[in-house]
């Protein structure tokens, strides 16, 4: 599951209301963005007693983001934030994990990344997917990014752009030549994903069931279905299910389910 919790929702009640939405998915695996109040380690430390998992939480220049997880399903081996806090607007929160009770040990772990791309801007977003993805391939190649990418996937429907709010036409739209020229969604961040082997999981599942509502929009202000998951190929194979989910925040939850057992270990590798 991914969950942009909006930032403040820790002085109004509506992250206690988050937690309980999130305990009735049930997730072995959270992705968190827009946690600040997380950087505090009693507050952390609160979060982990409510979800019932163990949490990470990585440093950030702007707003915090997290990777949660359950230890009776997914191991801990190791924890990535080189970048975050240097390199990215909001940064990302990276995990190295290793699924438990599998039929056939792995050889590499689990990378689970929890990222939060800028809104500000379109170019500078696809040099963080390009980051992000790095570190998706970097540790054997089973690897996972989920969260707000803020920006257009492919082959989504142009939303009805005069209910988006200027500022955001603006970071996420081709430039117009004259003011009269429609605007047009820049789907520069969905290319860069594709570009780097990765599978839209929303997108894919749409498209073998023929299915266009899971291409639902996940940002319920800017009209776009901003939240996203993209796995490398060697996690693709596995994909099952996605959903959305009301968690009373601007954002929808969005939740996927992965058959790991049908994970295409051949098409892993690591790198150096």
Known sequence: ??????????????WEDKVDAIREVDP???????VG????????????????????VA????????????????????????YSDTDLHHGYCSLQLRP??????WPYPLVAISTHLTPYSVEFAGQEAQLVIARAHRFGGIG??????????LGDEEPDWSLVPPYNRSSRCHRRKTP??????????????RDGDMTDVAAHLA????????????????????????VTPALAPAIVDYRRVDTNSDHYGIVATFDLDRVDLSAASAYS
């Not at 438990?100 to 040990?105: A, F, I, S, T, V």
């Not at 009269?180 to 994903?193: I, Q, T």
């Open 207 to 230: 498209g073998s069931r023929s299915d266009p509502s899971l291409r639902a929009l996940t940002g319920k202000g800017g009209q776009l279905r901003v939240d996203q998951f993209h």
């Open 59 to 82: 440093p950030s220049r702007q707003m915090n983001t997290a990777v949660a997880w359950k230890a009776k399903t997914l191991e801990w081996v190791d924890t990535d934030t080189r």
């Open 28 to 34: 072995d695996l959270l992705l968190l963005q827009e």
């Open 180 to 193: 009269s020229d429609p605007w047009l969604g820049n789907r520069l961040v969905g290319e860069v994903f």
């Open 1 to 14: 599951m991914s969950q942009n919790a909006q930032i403040g929702a820790n002085h109004d009640g509506r």
């Open 100 to 105: 438990l009770g599998l039929p056939k040990e």
């Open 144 to 153: 996972l990014v989920g969260g707000d990418i803020n920006h257009m996937p």
């Open 37 to 56: 109040w997380l950087a505090d380690p009693e507050q952390a430390n609160t979060a982990r007693e409510k979800l019932g998992m163990n949490l990470a």
